[in-house]
């Protein structure tokens, strides 16, 4: 069985770069670290997308094991839409109008 293709939100895209952006001011070995797991996540989603737990308004979160951030996504026939990549302990569900 094929994989699902993996779409970011727009937002989520500027999410992302935001945090990595956030992280390589402090520390470039940490904004490697947190594009890697990102990539990780998305790849085990890819793979695998059912396997995490249901969240809310249909979606799925996958959380980091590392950094504060959850991956919030959906499934949609054979695309998988990142819809956010929200920070743990800020404004939760705030991605809900995507």
Known sequence: MPLPNVEFHPAAAEEVAAAVQWYRERSEEAARALVAELDRAVAMIAEAPERWARYVKGTRRFLLRRFPFAVVYRQRQDVVEVVAVAHA??????????
Do not use: E, K, T
């Open 89 to 98: 302990r800020r404004r939760p569900g705030y991605w809900r109008q995507r």
